[in-house]
């Protein structure tokens, strides 16, 4: 089973700012990744595909970058619609799909 | 637009069984692999189930393989989740997604709890 591991867990970023957030794979993964952002009672809302493909958002909102087994999903300029968990998920290991355990960006 | 309403869930005692329900909107289950995902209290994400979009192949977690079963109705373009054997760890609220490779569309979330 390929692990996904995120880092921080826990993000403190002030408003206008950027949050970085880190995701490693235990094996090579190509850019089957993807990034997602869930709210408190909401359902995850995919960001994110193919490690860099962005799927909603205004852009230069939501970025992803990296290949292999190190991955990163940029925010700029953090507003409040933005403080949420982020989780990333490998879908190179079909049919085991995995996720990372999240990291929580909240406000500084 | 595409869209997935689940219903189902509820308490149930341990060795119980359960049935969620998945009644997918906009396009169709037959040209779609299919997930279901759940998330305990306070935790992260984990898959639990797909079923190909023939209907034909169907993988587990480890954690529920031989209690849980996938399934499809075509005619009602409804996704099942069937609960068997059910334990307190399985407790967690349970979504559905689509999607083959990254989940694009996902339901609004179900809560099942497992407790004496």
């Known amino acids: 089973e390929i692990v996904m591991t995120q880092s921080p867990a826990t993000l403190s970023v002030s408003p206008g700012e950027r949050a970085t957030l880190s995701c490693k794979a235990s094996?090579?993964?190509?850019?089957?990744l993807a990034w997602y952002q869930q709210k408190p009672g909401q359902a995850p809302r995919l960001l994110i595909y193919?490690?860099?493909t962005r799927v909603t958002g205004p852009p230069g909102k939501f970025s992803g970058s990296g290949s292999g087994t190190e991955f990163t999903l940029t925010i700029s300029d953090m507003q409040s619609e933005d403080f949420a968990a982020y989780y990333c998920?490998?879908?190179?290991?079909?049919?085991?799909?995995?996720f990372g355990q999240g990291t929580k960006v909240d406000s500084k | 637009q595409e869209q997935l309403v689940q219903s189902g869930g509820g308490v149930v005692q341990p060795g119980g069984s359960l049935r969620l329900s998945c009644a997918a909107s906009?396009?169709?289950?037959?040209?779609?692999?299919m997930h279901w995902v759940r998330q305990a209290p306070g935790k992260g994400l984990q898959w639990v189930a797909f079923?190909?979009?023939?209907?034909?192949?169907?993988f587990y977690s480890d954690s529920v393989e031989g209690r849980f079963i996938i399934s499809r109705d075509t005619s009602e373009n409804t996704l099942y989740l069937q609960m068997n054997s059910l334990r307190p760890e399985d407790t967690s609220l349970y979504f559905c997604?689509?999607?083959?490779?990254?989940?694009?569309?996902w339901g609004q979330g179900t809560m099942v709890i497992v407790s004496s």
């Open positions: 997604a689509k999607g083959n490779g990254a989940f694009d569309v």
């Open positions: 906009g396009f169709t289950l037959s040209s779609f692999g």
């Open positions: 079923i190909r979009h023939t209907g034909n192949n169907k």
């Open positions: 094996q090579n993964i190509s850019s089957h």
């Open positions: 193919g490690a860099s």
């Open positions: 998920q490998q879908y190179n290991s079909w049919p085991l799909w995995t």
